[in-house]
């Protein structure tokens, strides 16, 4: 899967960046699709996965090293500033707040939810 990563606009559109790097549209159609442009909940990602046809786990699971991530998921991540959203592809986080990295930005728990593909 190719993802074209997009910074976060603002500081509390990480989830809106994670779902347009997803999808492969721009943060501000997410923003339109929820009518909302801050912090977005798990219910919102969820509800924009579902209505693009993307199949996700509805089981969160906790992630300890990068080993313990599938192919594709999206991650919720307690950061020294905030909860956040990030999304992981292939071995590579694409994070809307610390850009393309090779392991987690810095964290303490680190959950996810499994992106299944066809």
């Not at 992630?63 to 990068?66: D, R």
């Not at 991530?69 to 991540?77: D, R």
């Given at each position: 899967m190719k993802i074209n990563y997009i910074h976060e606009p603002t500081d509390l559109q990480c989830g809106q960046a994670v779902l347009a790097m997803l999808l492969g549209t721009t943060p501000e159609k997410i923003c339109e699709f929820l009518h909302n442009d801050r912090e977005t909940t798990l219910r919102e990602m969820q509800l924009v996965l579902t209505a693009n046809g993307i199949a996700f786990s509805r089981e969160r699971k906790q992630?300890?090293?990068?080993a313990d991530?599938?192919?594709?998921?999206?991650?919720?991540?307690e950061t020294p500033r905030c909860w956040h959203w990030s999304l992981y592809v292939d071995?590579?986080?694409y994070d809307p707040e610390h850009n393309i990295l090779d392991d987690f930005p810095q964290c303490e728990r680190k959950y996810f939810w499994e992106i299944y593909t066809k």
């Open positions: 992630a300890f090293t990068k991530l599938p192919k594709i998921a999206l991650l919720s991540l071995g590579v986080f």
